[in-house]
């Protein structure tokens, strides 16, 4: 079993940033990507951000420019830093893993409990 654990959400003003972390823990033999989604009241969740292994990041056209996704692959954490925050990316902020649990095992994703993120003035 895989466990992803979110950290770094909060409260900020308009503008502000904040860094969220997740890492990733339990058995698995490789990890294939990893990527943050967020969902607001309301609304459907939605792809913000991923890293695949070998580095390659993508990210939604909503965020270009002011988030940014990064990993640090030996310790199995993926980061989110969030810049220039506006009222609309208040939403929870979700982690999602794709691991392997052996060479030959097709990916299978997990996903952690959600941080909450909330910008207001």
């Known amino acids: 079993q895989v466990q992803l654990v979110e950290s770094g959400g909060g409260s900020v003003q308009p503008g502000g940033s904040l860094r969220l972390s997740c890492v990733a823990s339990g058995s698995f033999f490789s990890i294939t990507s990893m990527g943050w989604y967020r969902q607001s009241p309301g609304n459907q969740r939605e792809l913000v951000a991923t890293?695949?292994?070998?580095?390659?990041?993508s990210s939604a056209a909503s965020v270009k420019g002011r988030f940014t996704i990064s990993s640090d692959n030996p310790k199995n954490t993926v980061y989110l830093q969030l810049n220039s925050l506006k009222p609309e990316d208040t939403a929870v902020y979700y982690c999602?893993?794709?691991?392997?649990?052996?060479?030959?095992?097709?990916?299978?994703?997990?996903w952690g409990q959600g941080t909450q993120v909330t910008v207001s003035s």
């Open positions: 890293v695949i292994s070998g580095g390659t990041t």
């Open positions: 999602n893993g794709f691991t392997r649990g052996t060479e030959a095992e097709s990916p299978h994703d997990y």
